[in-house]
């Protein structure tokens, strides 16, 4: 139903930024939302920002007023840029994005593979 293509992640040092991206491709239904979730090592995975299809955002509290979620409906693109990273951004970061039939159907989560990020002097 929905494929999803990250890029971007890597070693940055604490106080660097990076742009991580997420391209979506599906043959039906409708994306009602994508986001960015992160997984460290020994913690369960947790949201850090999500965009509906009406471009409406939100953040986790600890990363408010140092990233950003951006997407494109028409491109089915989604990007985070992180500005300010510390240590404990250290994660594995899966694009998400809640798809359905139609949209009186219930959604459904695909993921993507995951991009590792890694904040470190």
């Known amino acids: 139903q929905v494929q999803l293509v990250e890029s971007g992640g890597g070693l940055v040092q604490p106080g660097g930024s990076l742009r991580l991206s997420c391209s979506a491709s599906?043959?039906?239904?409708?994306?009602?939302?994508m986001g960015w979730y992160r997984q460290a090592p020994g913690k369960q995975r947790e949201l850090v920002a999500l965009?509906?299809?009406?471009?409406?955002?939100s953040y986790t509290d600890s990363v408010k007023g140092r990233f950003t979620i951006s997407s494109d409906n028409a491109k089915g693109t989604v990007d985070l840029q992180m500005h300010s990273l510390k240590p404990e951004d250290t994660a594995v970061y899966f694009c998400?994005?809640?798809?359905?039939?139609?949209?009186?159907?219930?959604?459904?989560?695909?993921w993507g593979q995951g991009t590792q990020v890694t904040v470190s002097s």
């Open positions: 998400n994005a809640q798809w359905k039939q139609s949209l009186s159907a219930r959604a459904f989560n695909f």
């Open positions: 599906r043959s039906s239904g409708i994306i009602s939302a």
């Open positions: 965009i509906t299809n009406r471009y409406m955002p």
